[in-house]
């Protein structure tokens, strides 16, 4: 079964405090892995993917994502996070050619100003 | 800039209906999808179409219908709506190769 976790439902941190969201995904051959934002009452909106090549992917708003083959993981990290940053984010892999991802369920990030 | 409309945003009905949800993108995109969202559960593929007339069942297939009539529009339809079901309808585009663009959504409320 192919699957992506995401262990943690809700994380809580202050203003100006680093960040890091928890993905795994099961191991699969070839792998797509993003990362998306949901703001409340939004749609998602991509923030960065990796598929090959430097294991440090770059996002928007200073977002970065690291893959790790021997971890499975693709873990999210903010180094000073502002209250805007609030919402839940996914994590989302594919095994078949960048479409049909399988998205995780999803981790509520709460920002206290 | 591109957009990506989902109508309605809100659609109440009742148990027993067949309900009808719209999807319009004007990116040109290929591939169209449905996601369901349920607190607590992520989301979920409902269908997916790779062009226009094209049909793929995802996990949750069950209970709905697609069509892709044309390249810009996906429609679902939720064949007979359960009671108490409240659940976010996403509709997503995509070329291949490149990231999902989302619509707000639907909310259904079934009562």
């Known amino acids: 079964t192919q699957t992506v976790s995401q262990s943690d439902a809700h994380v809580t941190v202050f203003e100006g405090d680093s960040v890091e969201l928890r993905c795994n995904y099961s191991y699969g051959g070839s792998i797509y892995l993003s990362w998306y934002i949901q703001h409340h009452g939004r749609g998602l909106q991509f923030l960065l993917k990796y598929y090959s090549g430097n294991p440090v992917v770059q996002g928007v708003n200073g977002f970065e994502a690291e893959f790790s083959k021997s971890d499975s993981s693709f873990h999210l990290r903010k180094a000073s996070v502002h209250w805007s940053d609030s919402a839940v984010y996914f994590c989302?892999?594919?095994?078949?050619?960048?479409?049909?991802?399988?998205f995780g369920k999803g981790t509520s990030l709460t920002v206290i100003p | 800039g591109g957009i990506i409309t989902q109508t309605p945003k809100f659609l109440i009905g009742q148990e027993g209906q067949k309900l009808t949800l719209k999807c319009q993108q004007n990116f040109n995109h290929d591939t169209m999808y449905w996601y369901r969202q349920d607190s607590g559960k992520g989301l979920r593929l409902i269908y997916y179409s790779i062009t226009e007339n094209d049909l793929q069942k995802g996990d949750l297939s069950e209970g709905y219908d697609a069509s892709r009539e044309k390249k810009s529009s996906f429609s679902l339809t939720v064949t007979s709506a359960q009671k108490n079901e409240m659940a976010v309808f996403l509709c997503?585009?995509?070329?291949?190769?490149?990231?999902?663009?989302f619509g707000s959504g639907t909310r259904l409320l079934v009562i």
């Open positions: 989302a892999v594919s095994y078949t050619g960048y479409q049909n991802f399988y």
């Open positions: 997503a585009s995509s070329i291949r190769g490149s990231d999902y663009t």
